[in-house]
């Protein structure tokens, strides 16, 4: 079946304009993840750092697997925009938003199994286990304003309304930071003072992101009238959204999985890898939110040209994100390699960890180099709603990581565990590349 083409030109100014806000707003998140371990870390015991690393890492796991809310709300509404999508795809942020709150509230109902079911996972010593714990009843209040979020991000992204989400973002992370210093500082709140001003982050962006949605539609009333029960719960658009969104999250799980294992076995080797690995692991998430403003590009606009159904447009976003993407990760490789240990330092005054994280510093520093070709065909993938390559790409992925890491850990022990997360990354770009190739001409009609 023939569609109809809506021809339009991609340039680099228009990665850029997608690119900019939204690093600019992703580079807050590990920022504000930075503040917290800061804030903690100088307190001066690794007991309560390793309940915080561990809390967030605990909550990006749990969270990712509700990410599909995100990524596939985006990819769906750049899509409706490529094809001129009268509504701009507001069925699909609508759908995405009422999964999100039955998933929040079914998370916080469930806080007691989820809390076992990440201690066995994560085997804390027992001082760490208190901190997590404490960490962990406050920050689930905030799992149904952070899904809503995941959606509305989406949405905003999507329509490649990058200074809004940018906005939104802010909003959500300094928030956080500010409160989490007078919480901790100011209340002597301690672990969950930073966790509640998560939460608070949180609530504020959600109640900002739906006000706005409304007033793109001329408020709250004339948006229903937008849209009739039988459109929300049309079968084939929930079937595909399903599709979708279950893939997406076995993807999510893989690349959690990857990461949790990371954690879990700094966690074995004592307090001081496991807060070295969590500082250093950082470095790689900056990096990963800066590529991930190339990567959103890419995913809007590969997204825009499949809805409109023009091939050009695909070809000039993938080689001009790539373009972008490498100069990048080159940059970043350096600062790192330049200036990491001066980060170490001031996120931490415990000198063992201090000590030992300087000695990882230079295999951490090249994972924005390796992980750039994985970032870029995230997005890529993503707009072109190619949730099956996404999904075995990952799963193979981890197979690879879970297969390497043993014996790198067994012989070259801490050293070995990074090597590890380097051919994850290198694993699900190759697989990716490679099934990208054999895919991209269906994705176009004559």
Not at 169 to 177: D, K, P, R, S, Y
């Amino acid at each position: 079946m023939t569609r109809p083409s809506y021809p339009f030109d991609v340039r680099s100014r228009d990665v850029w304009a997608i690119a900019l806000p939204a690093s600019v707003a992703f580079i807050t998140e590990p920022l504000a993840g930075l503040v917290d371990i800061t804030v903690i870390g100088r307190q001066g015991d690794a007991a309560l750092l390793g309940g915080v690393v561990i809390g967030a890492l605990v909550f990006d796991f749990i969270f990712s697997l509700a990410y599909f809310l995100r990524i596939g709300t985006a990819g769906l509404t750049a899509q409706a925009i490529g094809a001129r999508d009268a509504r701009d795809g507001l069925l699909h942020v609508v759908r995405a938003i009422g999964i999100a709150v039955i998933v929040g509230l079914g998370m916080i109902v469930l806080q007691v199994p989820l809390l076992d079911l990440s201690r066995l996972a994560m085997a804390p010593t027992p001082a760490v286990a208190d901190a997590f714990a404490t960490y962990f009843h406050v920050r689930i209040w905030a799992a149904p304003f952070s899904l809503i979020n995941y959606a509305l991000l989406g949405w905003f992204y999507g329509r490649a309304a990058a200074k809004t989400g940018m906005l939104l973002q802010l909003l959500i992370h300094i928030t956080n930071i500010v409160l989490s210093v007078g919480l901790v500082y100011g209340l002597g709140w301690g672990v969950a003072g930073v966790a509640l001003g998560t939460v608070l982050g949180q609530v504020a962006a959600a109640g900002l992101g739906l006000a706005l949605l409304a007033r793109h539609f001329g408020g709250a009333r004339r948006l229903i009238g937008l849209m009739t029960p039988a459109e929300l719960l049309h079968g084939h658009a929930l079937k595909r959204m399903f599709g979708l969104s279950r893939d997406l999250m076995i993807r999510s799980l893989a690349l959690m999985s990857a990461y949790a294992w990371f954690a879990a076995q700094g966690s074995r080797m004592g307090e001081v890898p496991l807060g070295a690995n969590a500082i250093l692991l950082n470095f790689l998430m900056i990096s990963g939110f800066f590529l991930d403003g190339i990567a959103q590009a890419a995913e809007q606009l590969c997204g825009k040209a499949v809805g409109a159904n023009w091939r050009p447009a695909y070809e000039s976003a993938y080689g001009l994100a790539f373009r972008w993407g490498t100069l990048l990760a080159l940059g970043l490789a350096i600062v790192w390699f330049l200036g990491g240990w001066f980060l170490i330092d001031f996120m931490t005054t415990s000198e063992p960890v201090r000590e030992y994280a300087r000695g990882f510093l230079w295999i951490a520093a090249l994972s924005s180099l390796t992980g750039m070709p994985a970032f870029v065909y995230d997005g890529i993938l993503v707009g072109s709603t190619l949730n099956v390559v996404m999904r075995n790409g990952m799963v193979l992925a981890l197979a690879i990581f879970l297969v390497s890491v043993i014996p790198l850990q067994a012989g070259l022990g801490n050293t070995g565990l990074w090597l590890a997360i380097h051919i994850f990354f290198v694993a699900r770009s190759g697989f990716y590349w490679w099934a990208l190739e054999r895919k991209k001409a269906g994705l176009f009609t004559a």
